[in-house]
């Protein structure tokens, strides 16, 4: 028992220790060894959650522990904390980089741009209806130029023109423990006439306010993500359960986060499915973002439960599941090893391409081919669901339905970048969903929550719409061309049509294209409390649509009964809709109302 008590901790603070870069010891400092001894023969034995919660909070507040072995790290690959800092290769990775915008108006310029793109295996960063953004060393610009018509040579324009892609790569890593800003080294690369390379400007970081959460002041590795979570799930047990929902293809754990506050009667032998909403991040690996905002709106809601009347009226009528990394195995590699890394990292039949993109290796509409190369950055697998992690959420959910007496009524799927809340279909715009006029509605009301809380504005698309270039007949009109990558196999699309979740989204997160995927940590609160705002707006939206919740009105007072617009009648608890199709059209009560700033306070 003695020696299994010495383990334990040791094995903690080794963990919590690797993250943190390690100075030069001064002579005759103790070992975290000799400390834990030292500390074990004169104090009673602590336990083993106390010692955990600890260090674990050691790790986040970034506070100095064991000075003389923090580069004892063990050599596991999975276990083991990587240091939060830029990889010492990003310069050399990315300094010859650029991303180039193309305004893309016919089917030839489209064709010929899908051609050269498969040639030369480009990274897409983005596609909307207005623009195709691609990464690619600046020496290939001339044979990528050399493959287009003439119309899009003179169509298309730089990305990131005041600070390089390598500075903007650095500036996402947190700061060095010494405070130093990593500087990226200018190149004598030769570059193209019409790339202006301007002045790299100073350091875009800022301090932090005081009264800001230090969690969300930088983005978080992995290794410092899940235990978090574990964390908060033991300091609010009434109403926070950690779960996990698969493992990866390199067996990490998918965990994920269940807030909500669940009646007991044990007299009622026939319970009604415990409605739940499902938000999900870090599909794509290099989509920090989006991960931090789950973490964001999972925080937002857990502490402020017993703090705000309608969270936690939310909190008891719905159950919140946020899975802040659903492709762990690729997170961890973007701050090890590639930042702009976006697929899983699974095997597949080519060795050296490895990984699949997770958004589209779902059963529906799965394209009757292949998807193309493995080293393509759009490569779904040979088949559906040959992504670990997408079988794994499917069956996850499939299961809560089947046999937990689940019912999911929502997903809010976070992605970057452009600005957009997307519905579904996204394989196909020739085919209308069922309840449209619900879909659209709620996402008009989401978009406007956003905006009216100093948010960005976001665009309000169908799926297939938002990933389709659009070409413009005329001010009104507009022709929708063919789909750069294949849009099929859709984890939106799925959930929607497979699991019948009757308001499934797709958000977009900032920006439009300044920083792509390298979103700035500032911009981490600022997006965080705009998603939450759509999320609180989705709650209450639900909660009248459902009766669950008495109308709110413009002065923030409520009635005193349950009211529907436009003749919908609520639904009884436990009564669930039925139409020819098992889809309900409800018009929402809510008109706007502005949400209490109590509502939002969420310091811990």
């Known amino acids: 028992m003695r020696f299994g008590r010495l383990i334990l901790p040791i094995v903690l603070l080794f963990d919590v220790c690797a993250g943190v870069p390690s100075p030069s010891p001064p002579p005759r400092t103790l070992s975290c060894r000799d400390e834990t001894a030292a500390q074990q023969s004169v104090q009673k034995p602590t336990s083993r959650w106390r010692r955990l919660s600890s260090h674990v909070i050691a790790a986040l507040w970034k506070q100095e522990t064991c000075a003389a072995d923090r580069s004892k790290a063990p050599a596991s690959k999975i276990a083991a904390p990587v240091a939060a800092t830029a990889p010492a290769h990003t310069a050399a990775r990315y300094g010859s980089d650029v991303v180039l915008r193309f305004n893309v108006s016919s089917v030839d310029e489209l064709d010929r741009l899908k051609d050269a793109t498969d040639t030369l295996l480009l990274d897409v960063w983005d596609y909307t209806s207005s623009w195709v953004d691609l990464r690619l060393a600046k020496d290939l610009v001339p044979s990528l130029l050399s493959l287009l018509p003439s119309s899009l040579k003179q169509s298309h324009m730089p990305l990131f023109q005041d600070i390089s892609l390598a500075q903007a790569v650095y500036d996402t890593y947190p700061e060095p423990k010494d405070g130093r800003t990593a500087r990226v080294a200018q190149h004598s690369v030769a570059q193209p006439a019409h790339f202006d390379q301007r002045a790299k400007l100073p350091s875009h970081r800022t301090s932090t306010s005081s009264d800001t959460n230090i969690f969300f002041t930088d983005y978080q590795p992995l290794t410092v993500i899940d235990p978090w979570l574990r964390l908060l799930s033991s300091l609010f047990t009434t109403h926070t359960r950690l779960i996990t929902i698969g493992h990866s293809a390199e067996n990490r754990p998918i965990s994920a986060l269940r807030i909500g506050v669940h009646p007991t009667n044990s007299e009622d032998q026939?319970?009604?499915?415990?409605?739940?909403?499902?938000?999900?991040?870090?599909?794509?690996?290099?989509?920090?973002?989006?991960?931090?905002?789950?973490?964001?709106?999972?925080?937002?809601?857990?502490?402020?439960?017993?703090?705000?009347?309608?969270?936690?009226?939310?909190?008891?009528?719905?159950?919140?599941?946020?899975?802040?990394?659903?492709?762990?195995?690729?997170?961890?590699?973007?701050?090890?090893?590639?930042?702009?890394?976006?697929?899983?990292?699974?095997?597949?039949?080519?060795?050296?391409?490895?990984?699949?993109?997770?958004?589209?290796?779902?059963?529906?509409?799965?394209?009757?081919?292949?998807?193309?190369?493995?080293?393509?950055?759009?490569?779904?697998?040979?088949?559906?669901?040959?992504?670990?992690?997408?079988?794994?959420?499917?069956?996850?959910?499939?299961?809560?339905?089947?046999?937990?007496?689940?019912?999911?009524?929502?997903?809010?799927?976070?992605?970057?970048?452009?600005?957009?809340?997307?519905?579904?279909?996204?394989?196909?715009?020739?085919?209308?969903?069922?309840?449209?006029?619900?879909?659209?509605?709620?996402?008009?009301?989401?978009?406007?929550?956003?905006?009216?809380?100093?948010?960005?504005?976001?665009?309000?698309?169908?799926?297939?719409?938002?990933?389709?270039?659009?070409?413009?007949?005329?001010?009104?009109?507009?022709?929708?061309?063919?789909?750069?990558?294949?849009?099929?196999?859709?984890?939106?699309?799925?959930?929607?049509?497979?699991?019948?979740?009757?308001?499934?989204?797709?958000?977009?997160?900032?920006?439009?294209?300044?920083?792509?995927?390298?979103?700035?940590?500032?911009?981490?609160?600022?997006?965080?409390?705009?998603?939450?705002?759509?999320?609180?707006?989705?709650?209450?939206?639900?909660?009248?649509?459902?009766?669950?919740?008495?109308?709110?009105?413009?002065?923030?007072?409520?009635?005193?009964?349950?009211?529907?617009?436009?003749?919908?009648?609520?639904?009884?608890?436990?009564?669930?809709?039925?139409?020819?199709?098992?889809?309900?059209?409800?018009?929402?009560?809510?008109?706007?109302?502005?949400?209490?700033?109590?509502?939002?306070?969420?310091?811990?």
């Open 270 to 604: 026939d319970p009604p499915k415990r409605k739940t909403i499902l938000i999900t991040g870090g599909l794509h690996a290099r989509e920090w973002i989006s991960t931090s905002t789950a973490n964001f709106v999972a925080y937002s809601l857990v502490t402020s439960y017993g703090k705000s009347e309608s969270i936690t009226q939310m909190l008891q009528d719905f159950d919140f599941v946020v899975v802040p990394t659903l492709n762990p195995d690729g997170y961890a590699y973007t701050w090890t090893t590639d930042r702009l890394w976006r697929k899983t990292r699974q095997s597949t039949s080519l060795r050296f391409c490895p990984g699949m993109d997770l958004d589209h290796s779902f059963n529906f509409s799965f394209p009757s081919t292949a998807g193309g190369t493995p080293c393509s950055e759009a490569f779904p697998g040979d088949a559906a669901f040959q992504a670990t992690e997408a079988k794994a959420l499917a069956s996850w959910a499939k299961n809560e339905t089947e046999s937990k007496n689940v019912e999911f009524i929502a997903l809010l799927d976070l992605h970057s970048y452009s600005q957009q809340i997307l519905y579904p279909y996204a394989y196909s715009c020739s085919t209308s969903p069922p309840g449209l006029e619900d879909l659209e509605e709620l996402a008009f009301g989401l978009e406007k929550a956003i905006r009216r809380s100093g948010g960005h504005a976001y665009e309000v698309l169908p799926a297939c719409e938002g990933n389709t270039i659009a070409a413009a007949d005329s001010k009104r009109d507009k022709t929708l061309l063919p789909q750069l990558e294949n849009a099929g196999g859709s984890m939106l699309d799925y959930f929607y049509h497979e699991l019948r979740v009757r308001y499934a989204y797709q958000f977009k997160l900032r920006d439009r294209g300044t920083y792509g995927f390298l979103l700035p940590k500032e911009q981490i609160l600022p997006v965080g409390r705009e998603v939450l705002e759509a999320v609180l707006y989705l709650g209450g939206f639900l909660q009248e649509s459902l009766g669950m919740k008495v109308k709110v009105t413009e002065d923030g007072e409520s009635s005193d009964e349950p009211e529907a617009s436009d003749g919908a009648v609520p639904l009884k608890e436990g009564e669930r809709p039925s139409n020819e199709e098992g889809w309900v059209i409800v018009q929402a009560a809510r008109e706007d109302a502005a949400t209490n700033e109590e509502d939002l306070r969420w310091d811990l």
